[in-house]
């Protein structure tokens, strides 16, 4: 078994997708999180609303509440 | 009678479906979870959205917030 | 006076119609909760969607979160 | 002063009305609830759903979280 | 400095209107309140959806939960 | 560093823009708050619904739960 | 890595986009916040609706529930 934390751990310095409610997607590579919050820390980040890549950002704060799901 | 978090417990390792607010369904098999906000992690999860196949992930970390139902 | 989770204890090994936000229901017999969360474990549930039976499960886990009633 | 639990306490074995957030109301004897979620049980519920008799319930668990008023 | 709760207890035993989220609206005299939910005790109430007085309660238990002010 | 509360509190007396969910927007006098809950008192306030001024209250109570942001 | 809240304290008295629930967004400089409810204050804040300049604000608290992200 592999908790989500864990997992979340594991995925420090890699790229992962983070879909937030409202038809809004985040592609960057994880540079923090919080606990038990869930905010992360993203690093190059690509902000992409409804398929459309809208802005990039060198760092973004997202907060754990609107998250939808992970995907290391 | 069978507690949910026993019932979850019990469906490790098996292919599950988890729907979501918004009608965005899951189907993987599940990796891990945690207590008590049911975030769950899936392997080889198809993320299907109003009946279509969206994406694939190899694993994906789902917030409990946002689950409707799981069905193992 | 009948608390509701003395009535929801009484309810085990009945079949129970469970009313979601977003006009979902689930039939199912009630196979176990949990506390303070009221989530619930159904055995041979239907899901109707807007009065429509959308799926079929033999054991499903839905959140109380969704809940709005739950009838006996 | 009136506090609102003993209102409701007060209102056991009575006839209730029940409205819910998106244009559910419930009719019925206020037979049991609990704290601090004021979750309820009706009896002889009346289900109405934007001003039409939808459903009746011999008992149903109404969770607190949806309710806007209680009317004794 | 008049903090919101010395406030609200000053207004028992006055008309107040109470707003609540979706547009409906309750004036009636302040009977009770519990802390910290501010859920409220309204006697002879009128319930006013979207400027249209729609019922009259003698007496209703509103849930602060869905409250966005209360004007003494 | 000003920390939220404290920017709040010197705000006392003066008049403030309170903006809530749902397009409806305060402007009045503070005259207390609470904590955590950051509910609000505003005097002599002016309710504005989607840029229409809508009503003026004597005093009101806002809850903190709406707040999107205040404006001293 | 990079907690959320080291990264917000390191981005104090720089500007920063804080995006809000309902297409909302601040332009501002990061003058304080509070912990673990990340309300924030900024100054000289531009607000803008669906990419239109709104108003300017000298200082404003915006409530921590609302934010999506914050972008250094």
């Known amino acids: 078994m592999e908790k ?3 997992l979340l751990h594991a995925s420090l310095n890699n790229r992962v997708i983070v ?3 409202g038809g809004v997607e985040y ?3 994880l540079d923090g999180y919080d606990v038990p919050h869930m905010n992360l820390v993203l690093k190059n980040a690509d902000e992409i609303v409804h398929s459309d890549k809208k ?3 060198d760092k973004v ?3 754990g509440d609107n998250i939808i799901y992970i995907s290391p």
């Open 4 to 6: 989500p934390l864990k």
């Open 19 to 21: 879909e937030l409610r």
């Open 27 to 29: 592609q960057g590579v």
């Open 55 to 57: 802005s990039k950002h």
């Open 61 to 63: 704060i997202v907060r």
